[in-house]
Each structure stands twice: as C-alpha cells, then as structure tokens.
C-alpha cells in the first residue's frame, strides 16, 4: 500500500515468528488463542499467527476465541470453551483493557497455575493489570493468573552492551548518551530505533552518492526541482534501504519486504517482574533463552493420557476356570452313562440323542468361561485374534481386550433375537406340558424347569454384564458364573432324576442288564409279582367293563329323551290347532296318558 514506508521497529511478523519458536522450542503441539475481533491491530496480526503455525510449525490451534468490546460478557463462554477442548497453552492479542477482563474470567474458572501458560502481548508496563475498575477480581487475584505469563515485544536495544556499532561505538555508551540527552524522555522505547533510523537514512544517502560519483566522476548533489532525477534518486534510495545491513545500537538492522527484521523480547513474569526469557533474532531466525529459564517447568499442552491394558483377576481367572473345568468333568460323566446304558428302557424313552446333545452344548458354555478369560498375558496378539474368530496432568485410559467385529451390534442383535424367540417357544411348550409326569417317558416337568432357569438367568445375567463390560473383573465373575450356575442346573434337572428313576432298581441290577432286557428273578419274587399283575389286571378289566356298560346306558337314555321330547312337541301342535278352532269354549284336554 505504501512502497516507500519502511518500518524500524520490528512489526508484528518478527513477533509472531518470536512466539512460533517458543512454542516450538518446548515442544507445545496444541494451543488455544483469543483475538479481539474488532480491532484490526490484533485481529488480522493473529490471523496471520494462527496460520504460520498451523501450517510452519505443526502446531495445531484448538479452538480461537473471538472477542468484543460489544460482547464482553461472552468472554467467559469463550473461555470455557477452551477449558473444555483440554487448552492448556494460551496466546492472546488484545489490548490492555481488555486484558484485565480477560484474566479475571480466567482466574474465576481456574484457568490459571503451573498447569497453564499465557502468551500475552507486550504493553511496555510492568504495571498494566492494576487498573481492576470494572472487574470481579483484586490486583492480588490477578497476581496469581499472570505469574509465569510470557511476555512478547520488541527490545529498547541490544542486549549486548559490549558490541561496537556501526557508530563505533558500544550499545552501553550509545545509550548512555541519548538517555542523559537533553529532552529526551527515559521512559521512551523508541529512542534506540531513531537513532537505528537516522544511521540507514544516512547509510543509504551515502550509498547512492558513491553510486552517482561512479557514474558521472562528480560529487553528486540532488536536484530536487529535476522530476526526473528525483524518481531515479528515489528508487535508488529504496533500493539502497532495502540492502541495508549494520549492527546498530537495538541489534542488526536488515529489512525484508520493507520490514525491519530486528530482537524481540520475550519476558517471563517472576514474582512481581519480568525477567527476559530470552531473545528472537529476526534476522538469523533464532530464539536464544536465558539459562535462568532451565529452572521452570513448562506445563503439558494438553492431559496425558496413559493407556492401561486391564487384566481378569488371575485368581478369579484360575478359580472360575476350575469350576468350569469341574462341570465339564460332570458334563462328561453324564455322556458317559448316556451313552453306555443308551438302550436302557428307561434311558430309550426319554431320547438319549437329544440329551446327548444337550450335554454337548452344555461342555460348550463350560469351555466359554475358560476362553472369556483368555488375554494377550497367555497367548500372542495374533492367536488371540485367532481365537475371536475361533493426576490433573495425566489420566489412566484402561484398555481392555475383547474381540469384536465391525457388524457386532447387527450379529448381536440377531443372535439375540432368535435366542429369544427359542426360550419363548420353549416356555410355551413347557407351559403346556406342565400336568404330564411320566417319568421314564418323558421329562417335561424338569425340561420345562430348565426352561425357566435359562430365562431368569438371560434377564438377569445379560443386563448386568453389559452393564459392567468396563469392570471386567466383575463382569467376568458375574457372566462367568451364571453360565457355570445354569448349565449345572440344567444338567442336574434333566439327567439327575432320570438317573434317580432308573437307579431305583438295585443299581446292581443295572450294571448287571445293561441292555434293559428281561430280568429274571427269585421264584418268591416272581410269584408276587404274577399277583400283583394278575390284581392289577383284573381290576382295569372291570373298570373297562363298568364303563362300557355306563356308555351304553347313557345312549339309551338319549334316544329315550329325544322320543318324549317329539311327543311333547306334536301335544303342543294339537292344542295350538284347538285353541283356533273353538275360540268361545274351553275344551278340557283329555288325558292321552
């Protein structure tokens, strides 16, 4: 906009590269930032910061802040907003008014201490957060949120007072002198920078002089009324500026892009002052710390998370694991017997093939305890994939290992539902059986118990497990054992009586006939057996017979009660006709008994 302005103090570009090597140099990766939006002083310098850091130094900006004069009350929101993506490192641009609100909100929401740091910009006063008008919070309170606050700006002068300048002269005696000058101001900033000034005007000046006395052998004197001359002077001077380059008494003096590329200071706030943290150099692009810094802690950009592997109870995983191992043991006696004496009479009627399958389906859920507790501490990573498809500053995050699928939820659910529909299906039909009992025929009775077993514990077990899925070791007790507790009930209910049925015999006489075929017995034995027969025999002959001969007499009966009511209905007829015929005389009915 302006091609002939050359600025002498350091702008906002050298303190935005002074705040990206700060940041950079104690490895902060993620801050948060608050510009005042309606000042363009601050607004496009941060804009400008913002960017330079996210895409020069790989620092990512959370989350900025936009703030108002008009809309000074949302400076809290704005905070909080910060406080909630876990910012921990703070750069500000706004003015001082505005500074003091700002960090009063943050005392209020605690966003203050050795856990945060704030990067404010440099006002030039050591004394800027004592005006408190306006605001909820002391100048003590405020002491406590600017403790440790960094402060950007540019320097007075060199900090190195040894160094000769181009006036070959020491920074010390250079600035000795225009202190004890006459009307100059001590509490001037500036005053280094236009002596620096006047140094590149006349640097430059000279310059193009021994330019002209080159070209045209003469000592050259301007005309500035040749309009002509003065254009060609003027882009000679610029060009002249721009190549400038000397050790001046505020540091090296070099320009780029009509910028002067100077020191900027970075002050640290230590117990009521500031103390210079150390020192960017624009023109090498190097930030220099002060030694003394070594001794402060910087804060973690953001919380640590600690990841955790959670792990079963290796007691409770051995302990489970043996109950398991011991039903299995009990699952497996009862397939033996099963099996041995499956063409027993009273093992044949009750379907031996379909307990031998629940006994399988009961070894299963026994065997699921033992690999619900199997974790990467047992077996490799990729086994147990394998076996699937077969403090303020940190925080613990526990892992926990468990297989799943992309579509678990879908397979679940299904899974779920079908299961579902079974336990209602078999309720309804254990439901239905409830009054049959015979027990060497069939065990509806206890099948429908289990029945109920599995569904009490599935509305149990299930809500409780998903529940506490986070607490594994619970979890794992609790599914563990409702698994163990109802599959031993069913095995109990469904083989135990059986077995008590059959064992009602001498068992000696059930290992010595096997086969269940005819026993032979005692001559004593078997004739009360024959009578016991023979009684019982006889007397189902006579309740066959006397219920035959009640049938037959029930439809005796019938046909006689159908034969009266026809009667009944023709003498109806008959007196209906009468009645018709002989209006005026009553005709007693005669008896037709």
Known sequence: MYPTFFR???????????????????????VGTLKQSDDPRFALPHESLTTRLEHGFGVRVIYTAGITHDEIQNIGYELNELKKRDARIFIGDFEESLAVRILCEAYQNGIYGENYAWILPGYHKNDW???????????????????????????????????????????????????????????????????????TLALAIEHVAELHQQREGITWMPNVSDTKEWTKFSAELLQAISRTSFIGVTGPVQFENNERLGLVEILQWRNGSYLIAGIYDGTEAVLVLNPALKDWIPPLDATIVVRERQYISFVLLILLSLLATIG????????????????????????????????AGSICTYISVILLGFDTRFVSPDTFVTLCYYS??????????????????????????????????????????????????????????????????CLLGLPL????????????????LFIIFCTTLILCLVFVPKFTTIFTFPIVELFRNPQ???????????????????????????????LQRLEEENILLHRYLLQKTSILWELKEQLRQLGEQEDDIVTPPSDKS
């Open 328 to 359: 299995v043991a009990v699952a497996v006696f009862f397939l033996i017997i099963n099996i041995r004496y499956q063409n027993h009479r009273y093992i044949k009627m009750s379907s031996p093939n379909m307990n031998n399958l629940i006994i």
């Open 516 to 546: 269940g075929t005819e026993l032979r017995y005692r001559r004593g034995l078997v004739k009360s057996s024959l009578r016991r027969s023979e009684s019982q025999r006889d007397s189902q002959y006579k309740d066959r017979e006397h």
């Open 8 to 30: 002498m103090v350091p702008g906002y570009q050298n303190s935005n590269l002074a705040r990206c090597h700060l940041i950079y140099q104690f490895n902060w990766t993620r």
């Open 392 to 457: 303020d500053n940190k925080m613990i995050a526990p892992e926990i290992e468990h297989c799943q699928s992309d579509n678990s939820v879908i397979f679940e659910a299904i899974i779920l539902g079908i299961k579902g529909l079974l336990m209602l299906l078999g309720c309804f039909l254990a439901w239905e059986t409830r009054r049959v009992n015979v027990p060497a025929l069939n065990d509806s009775k206890y099948i429908g118990m289990s029945v109920y077993s599995v569904v009490v514990t």
């Open 129 to 199: 957060w004592h005006n408190v008008s306006g605001v909820n919070c002391t100048v003590e309170e405020l002491a406590q949120v600017i403790e440790g606050h960094f402060a950007v700006e540019f320097s007075p002068y060199s900090q190195r007072l040894a160094r000769l300048t181009i006036a070959n002269k020491t920074v010390s005696a250079i600035r000795t002198e225009l202190d004890a000058r006459e009307g100059s101001s001590p509490e001037s900033v500036f005053k280094g920078y236009v002596y620096d000034g006047l140094w």
């Open 465 to 480: 497990v998903y529940i506490l899925k986070d607490r594994i070791n619970e979890a794992h007790i609790l599914g563990s």
